[in-house]
């Protein structure tokens, strides 16, 4: 999606049931996320080769494996979702700003990267878990190098509403609610085995397809994951200085079967 600057460089945010794991990786340019049964990745953001830095705020989306019961005299019950919101600054040569904050948040800097990551510590607070809150749009402040910048809102939860079950050799089609804020939409479909397969459509989109033919690198597996992601990136320069500012929502669903 974006050009590397330095081509072995990358992030990678994965949620495991609850929990980040957040690590600063190496990898080959052709290497294949590293995706764990109940994981959902995050795409990584390497650096554009003009960048000075690169900020991104984002929204991650999924539904729990567990639906909501049907309570006498209530609602329906429906399938509960998680959502957390976190904060991502990467700076040329994996540089430590003096300070890093968004939406009032600061992020902590682990292994060349400023990070939003969960507080266990005290769980009496929820913003502690589930992360940033975006209501307000995103909100930066960093201080050397000092800039403060008011990205605007993210783009709407594109929640994936096409079914669990990808059969290889027949083509699968994603559906999704549409959103607005997006520049683009990223589809993407993994498989246990480390493969996967990404497509980019129109902001507005709502639905994607891929062929057979697109699918036939998967590996079969019940625990896969398809996933919408719907992001928009600006950039400005500042005191000379190049910042590439991305918004995005991602929507995952998980235990996917592929067969």
Not at 122 to 134: C, K, M, R, S, V
Not at 150 to 171: C, D, E, F, Q, W
Not at 207 to 223: I, P
Request: proline share 6%; hydrophobic share 40%; aromatic share 8%.
């Amino acid at each position: 999606m974006l050009k590397r600057m330095i081509p072995k460089t990358c992030l990678l945010l994965v949620l495991f049931a609850g929990s980040f794991l957040v690590s600063s990786c190496e990898k080959d340019e052709d290497a294949s996320p590293s995706l764990g049964d109940s994981a959902f990745p995050v795409p990584d953001y390497p650096q554009p080769a003009d960048a000075d830095g690169i900020l991104v705020a984002i929204r991650a989306g999924v539904p729990a494996p567990v639906d909501m019961p049907a309570v006498p005299g209530m609602p329906a019950g429906g399938t509960v979702e998680f959502q957390y919101g976190m904060g991502v600054a990467l700076f040329k040569g994996n540089a430590k700003a003096e300070k890093v904050v968004l939406n009032d948040v600061e992020l902590k800097f682990v292994n060349g990267v400023h990070i939003w990551q969960p507080d266990y510590s005290n769980l009496a607070n929820p913003a502690n878990l589930t992360g940033i809150d975006f209501s307000s749009g995103a909100n930066w402040q960093v201080t050397n190098p000092t800039f403060q910048q008011a990205a605007g809102n993210l783009p709407g939860m594109p929640k994936i509403t096409s079914g669990k079950s990808v059969t290889r050799s027949s083509g699968y089609t994603i559906t999704n609610q549409a959103v607005g804020n997006a520049q683009k939409v990223l589809y993407g479909i993994y498989s246990s085995n480390g493969k996967y397969v990404h497509k980019e459509a129109a902001g507005n989109s709502a639905q994607l397809s891929f062929s057979a033919e697109e699918l036939a690198s998967l590996g079969a597996t019940k625990q896969g994951i398809i996933q919408a992601n719907a992001f928009t990136i600006t950039d400005k320069t500042i005191d000379g200085k190049k910042i590439y500012f991305v918004r995005q929502s991602s929507y995952s669903l998980t235990g996917v079967e592929i067969k």
